[in-house]
């Protein structure tokens, strides 16, 4: 089975919305369906000072800074 045809939440069911914002962010290939959960996730409640926790301890703000500038627009 190809890996990449699974979700997140399939291979880590207990995977809070802060931490599968972050790996859907800093995925290589930003496929049509990943943008779609990244724009689902951040709909829901994101514990943003968490989330900016966990992004700076995994020293990865600007690759998360790319990522979600997109979605700003």
């Known amino acids: 089975m190809n890996s990449s045809l699974l979700s997140l939440p399939a291979l880590v ?3 809070c919305s802060e931490a599968e914002l972050l790996l859907m ?6 496929t049509t369906q990943t943008k ?10 994101i514990d943003w000072q ?3 926790q966990i992004i700076e301890k995994h020293r990865v703000l600007p690759s998360i800074y790319r990522r979600l500038s997109a979605f700003s627009a």
Do not use: G, K, M
Request: with cysteine; proline share 9%.
């Open 36 to 45: 779609a959960r990244i724009a689902a996730l951040l709909q829901q409640s």
């Open 13 to 15: 069911p207990n995977l």
């Open 25 to 30: 962010c800093l995925r290589p290939h930003q």
């Open 50 to 52: 968490y989330f900016l």
